[in-house]
Antibody, heavy 119, light 110 residues
């Protein structure tokens, strides 16, 4: 069955960096778009970034553009999110999700990893 | 502030039929299909409805969706206590070139 397992979350100071990872299994990773979606404490869902191939063909939300970089490792079936210049408002649970029909919807989600940006 | 607009809360009694609305614009709901997610307390979101009214395997047909213009609604018939959760609508947005979500509706089963 499809499994998505995130890791890499933690506490980081404002202006710092963090790299999230998502290990995928149970499906042909290269056939699917993958995304990061976050949820601030007590808030709703917010799309962060998605990628549809090793060469890119995705996009980032304006709120993270220029600071976050999504990438995928085809050899290891893993998705990553490099987060730089972190701000307090980036504090959230970050979910890795598999895209359906491109990235129009997300049919499988990981359990999430918590990122806390605080001094 | 979310791109799609949902009521923050809804409530109903067991067995009742209930609807949750979702309002958007021509760049998202008006031109693309609508999806709904269910998030049970303390868990990750789960795809409930996709492509307007398709249900993934395992989702009961008590859940259905309709769309008209730039609005959509999720209907839940035969409300059950296990339906108590947060529900999010979503759609692709052609202007943002990414998916957008509603703010979520917290459903309480009385």
């Amino acid at each position: 069955q499809v499994q998505l397992v995130e890791s890499g979350g933690g506490l980081v100071k404002p202006g710092g960096s963090l790299r999230l990872s998502c290990a995928a299994s149970g499906f042909t990773f290269s056939d699917y778009c993958m995304a990061w979606i976050r949820q601030a404490p007590g808030k709703g869902l917010e799309w962060v970034s998605h990628t549809c191939s090793p060469v890119s063909n995705g996009n980032d939300a304006d709120s993270v553009k220029g600071r976050f970089t999504i990438s995928r490792d085809k050899a290891k079936d893993s998705l990553h999110l490099q987060m730089n210049s972190l701000r307090a408002e980036d504090t959230a649970v970050y979910y890795c999700a598999r895209g359906g029909y491109g990235a129009y919807y997300f049919d499988n989600w990981g359990q999430g990893t918590l990122v806390t940006v605080s001094s | 502030q979310s791109v799609l607009t949902q009521p923050p809360s809804a409530s109903g009694t067991p067995g009742q039929r209930l609807t949750i609305s979702c309002s958007g614009s021509s760049s998202n709901i008006g031109g693309n299909t609508v999806n709904w997610y269910q998030q049970l307390p303390g868990t990750a979101p789960k795809l409930l409805i996709y492509s307007n009214n398709q249900r993934p395997s395992g989702v009961p047909d008590r859940f259905s969706c309709s769309k008209s213009g730039t609005s959509a609604s999720l209907a839940i018939s035969g409300l059950q206590s296990e339906d108590e959760a947060d529900y999010y609508c979503a759609a692709w947005d052609d202007s943002l070139n990414g998916p957008v979500f509603g703010g979520g509706t917290k459903l309480t089963v009385l």
